[in-house]
């Protein structure tokens, strides 16, 4: 579909029902699973992927060598990498080969990275230099031999609301310059955001989008921050979604006073983990779950322990889920 008319067409039916529906429908229901789903989401549950995102040993504490090597020592499949850690090994004279091969030899994946170009924004050139930052973030995952990577809403976290067909127009166009390197721009969801704040506005920008690489990325605080109560999570289907960013989250602060900060291992939180869980894989997703924290508290403590506890928790989560 070339043109914007007909693009906004489609949205205003295709995608627009999907968001109609989240409102009409009983949600509720959704999750109620019969017992064949229920046994099907159980055994979905032992394909799942884990993943350490770096943030949760700091970011910038450690070199990526090191935090590669207590990934790989606390027992994790993957990794998330932040792109700031891969310019700061190059700019040290590093080699994105080399980095890989480390990466490998450790028995590693590059499951997703964080970056934060701003391909969604209102200003033309500035999202035009968003893209070309994309691009080149994307070849530097691919390079790594990754195949995704989160992209936020990064620059239109305050300001004006966005309006959603335009919003799909563009990530339509960051998606053609994902397909073009060989990695997938994953929609992510932020909670405090202005814009893409709710599980609502990324269905409708992902339906909107009409692209084969469209896929969500979702994390438990966000969602929580930007209001979802977890019941409409049994829409997304599986193959629509690679990465979970998984965490948890305290009952105080409140919602509206709550920040990255108070994020908890999962499990140590009171978000309906098991619920969560059972309705992702149930609907059929066999992706990765990405340990992702910004808890300063857990930043003082010994990196090899926070990362061998997150995994611990992680599987204590699944293996709940799975009972």
């Not at 070339?2 to 949600?27: I, K």
């Not at 921050?225 to 305290?250: A, R, T, W």
Request: aromatic share 6%; charged share 25%; glycine share 10%.
């Amino acid at each position: 579909m070339t043109s914007t008319s007909t693009r906004r067409s489609f949205l205003t039916t295709s995608a627009g029902a999907v968001v109609g529906t989240t409102a009409s429908t009983g949600l509720a229901a959704i999750n109620r699973l019969p017992a064949s789903a229920t046994q099907k989401a159980k055994e979905g549950l032992g394909k799942l992927r884990y993943c350490l995102n770096t943030s949760t040993i700091k970011i910038g504490k450690h070199p990526i060598e090191e935090q590669l090597e207590i990934a790989a020592g606390a027992g994790y499949d993957g990794v998330e990498l932040w792109l700031r850690d891969i310019d700061a090994f190059t700019e040290r004279g590093g080699k994105l080969p080399e980095l890989k091969r480390r990466i490998d030899d450790l028995g590693l994946t590059v499951d997703s990275a964080i970056a934060f170009g701003k391909w969604i924004v209102d200003d033309e050139a500035e999202r035009k230099k968003g893209l070309d930052q994309c691009r080149r973030d994307m070849e530097i995952v691919a390079a790594l031999g990754g195949k995704r990577i989160a992209a936020p809403p990064a620059g239109a976290t305050n300001g004006s609301k966005l309006n959603l067909s335009d919003a799909a127009e563009r990530y339509a166009a960051l998606l053609d310059v994902g397909a073009s390197v060989g990695v997938q721009p994953q929609l992510e969801l932020w909670g405090f955001s202005k814009n893409l704040s709710t599980l609502a506005e990324v269905l409708y920008v992902v339906a909107g989008a009409r692209h084969k690489d469209a896929c969500l990325l979702l994390d438990v605080y966000h969602m929580y921050k930007g209001g979802d109560d977890f019941e409409s999570i049994g829409l997304v289907p599986g193959q629509k979604m690679h990465c979970l960013h998984i965490n948890d989250y305290p009952a105080d602060p409140p919602r509206p006073l709550i920040k990255d900060e108070h994020r908890v291992y999962p499990g140590d939180g009171v978000a309906p983990m098991t619920r969560i869980l059972r309705s992702l894989v149930g609907g059929g997703f066999e992706g990765t779950l990405s340990l992702e924290l910004f808890n300063r508290s857990y930043w003082q403590q010994p990196a090899k322990q926070v990362a061998a506890t997150g995994l611990a928790k992680m599987k204590a989560c699944v293996a709940a889920a799975a009972e």
